[in-house]
T-cell receptor, first 114, second 109 residues
Framework: DGGITQSPKYLFRKEGQNVTLSCEQN?????MYWYRQDPGQGLRLIYYSQIVNDFQKGDIAEGYSVSREKKESFPLTVTSAQKNPTAFYLC?????????????FGPGTRLTVT | QQQVKQSPQSLIVQKGGISIINCAYE??????FPWYQQFPGKGPALLIA?????SEKKEGRFTISFNKSAKQFSLHIMDSQPGDSATYFC????????FGKGTRLHILP
């Protein structure tokens, strides 16, 4: 079964703690992305990676960090510096780096920070 | 120039009616226009997509109409069903993908 998996589906953390969201794909896609979704805000790009060991900031990267040590994996860390971390986080991938056609999304992780 | 403007924000349609969602873009470099469907608590899924060399693409009850000169494209859902109730995102891409802000569609039973 090919696809993108995100874990966990729900995540709860106390304010001030860092938390890492997992994203794995077995589609052999080069590019991977992290989006944040808030009600009425659409999809906002946090970070993206076109190749292993390289990644770029998106529109709202402050308070987040990523790594891309393997082609299949693109974990996102929400740090304590992120002012409003409670949101629905979506991971996505696309076949080609530098030329985007279809983008495939994972099921999402809902993070709640109290 | 990088924006994709989507309207309306929300839409209520009677069962069996036609749902129409509109998008507009500025950057003529965009050459691929996908639509995504998202159910609550799920990730968006690619629904249908079009390239600018055609004016219309139909897949089942879903049709994209594309007007290159006006830089506009729209999604039509024919015979709308309660199961179509979801959030729909248009997008435009070339070397990056830009999403509209989404339309929450509710089909009344």
């Amino acid at each position: 079964d090919g696809g993108i998996t995100q874990s966990p589906k729900y995540l709860f953390r106390k304010e001030g703690q860092n938390v890492t969201l997992s994203c794995e794909q077995n589609l052999n896609h080069d590019a991977m992305y992290w989006y944040r979704q808030d009600p009425g805000q659409g999809l906002r790009l946090i970070y993206y990676s076109q190749i292993v060991n390289d990644f770029q900031k998106g529109d709202i990267a402050e308070g987040y960090s990523v790594s891309r040590e393997k082609k299949e994996s693109f974990p996102l860390t929400v740090t304590s510096a992120q002012k409003n971390p409670t949101a629905f986080y979506l991971c996505a991938s696309s076949i080609m780096a530098g030329r985007i056609y279809e983008q495939y999304f994972g099921p999402g992780t809902r993070l709640t920070v109290t | 120039q990088q924006q994709v403007k989507q309207s309306p924000q929300s839409l209520i349609v009677q069962k069996g009616g036609i749902s129409i969602i509109n998008c507009a873009y500025e950057n003529t470099a965009f050459d691929y226009f996908p639509w995504y469907q998202q159910f609550p608590g799920k990730g968006p899924a690619l629904l249908i997509a079009i390239r600018p060399d055609v004016s219309e693409k139909k897949e089942g009850r879903f049709t994209i109409s594309f007007n290159k000169s006006a830089k506009q494209f729209s999604l039509h859902i024919m015979d709308s069903q309660p199961g179509d109730s979801a959030t729909y995102f248009c997008a435009a891409s070339f070397d990056k993908i830009i999403f509209g802000k989404g339309t929450r569609l509710h089909i009344l039973p």
